[in-house]
């Protein structure tokens, strides 16, 4: 391959994705109870039911991002190799992973002189993140240089859209982004947000939907309207421990539009810890965010 790809736990990539394709991974972490998780260990298979299960009885879990240090480990043993290397990386609008990969990449490029290492803010989230991957592995398959696919996905994530909805307020609420008087009457109410990932990659509460299959149909609405080419590019659909809504969202889009190629996956528990269990967020190209 003429460049490595490297990306972190943020994209929420399944684990035989990541290995088949050869993409090196930095891994963001969660603790509970004082113990440290991470998001993935190669050649591990994650088990995310027991994170899940943790987070319905309200355990406090906290996230990490990755450090300089961290990103430094990943990053120079390709260098040393005499690769050059594309790092893909999570929305700086929520979290600070791409800051310490580019200070890691600042300083990587004066010791490496020679080599070229690129950091892509992707201003995406979970597999909205990921399928920026998707389209980053399936460039360099093709023969792009590491130039042109670095430009291709600054030019095109913009295009990256992210619809979520969740179906506990109460994980909003804790991370501060609703009010405890919105999370009980919305909760009394049935009532669902509508989110989405702005341009700056923070995520917005844009809509409400009365009942769960209404909030799933309103991604469905929003799919309709902007997505470009329906069919012809693929779907990412992740979900918080909640497959058979996920499903759902697969079938209606076989189903009213001819989408064939989806990939669905749990969410990462880094994203899924502010979240909630019962998210489920769609992700295509269209025609903006």
Not at 257 to 275: Q, S
Request: proline fraction near 3%; charged fraction near 25%; glycine fraction near 8%.
């Amino acid at each position: 391959m003429s460049f490595e790809i490297v990306t972190d736990t943020g994209a929420n990539l399944p684990e035989n994705i990541i290995e088949e394709n050869n993409i090196h991974m930095l891994t963001l972490s969660f603790m509970v109870d004082g113990k440290e998780y991470y998001s993935y260990e190669k050649g591990k298979t994650t088990d995310l039911k027991e994170f899940y299960r943790m987070m319905r009885e309200k355990k406090n879990i906290t996230t990490s991002l990755v450090n300089t240090d961290q990103a430094l480990e990943v990053l120079e043993p390709l260098l040393q190799a005499g690769k050059d290397v594309l790092c893909v990386a999570f929305s700086s609008g929520l979290s600070g992973t791409c800051q310490s990969t580019k200070i890691a990449a600042e300083e990587l490029s004066e010791k490496y002189p020679e080599r070229k290492i690129f950091v892509v803010d992707t201003l995406a989230a979970a597999l909205g993140q990921g399928l920026m991957v998707y389209f980053a592995n399936k460039l360099r398959k093709e023969g792009k240089s590491i130039e042109e696919v670095r430009n291709w996905l600054e030019d095109n994530k913009q295009n990256i859209c992210h619809w979520i909805t969740v179906d506990d307020l109460f994980f909003l609420k804790r991370g501060g982004r609703i009010s405890a008087t919105s999370a009980i009457v919305g909760s009394a109410l049935s009532i669902k947000p509508i989110i989405h990932l702005d341009s700056e990659g923070h995520l917005i509460n844009v809509e409400k939907a009365r009942g769960r299959k209404k909030s799933l149909d309103m991604l469905l609405d929003h799919f309709e309207k902007t997505a470009i080419n329906p069919g012809e590019t693929p779907v990412f659909i992740s979900h918080g421990d909640c497959l058979e809504d996920a499903q759902y969202v697969v079938d209606k889009l076989k189903e009213k539009f001819g989408v064939e190629d989806t990939l669905v996956n749990i969410l990462d528990p880094v994203i899924g810890a502010h979240a909630g269990p019962g998210t489920v967020a769609l992700f295509y190209y269209g025609e903006c965010r």
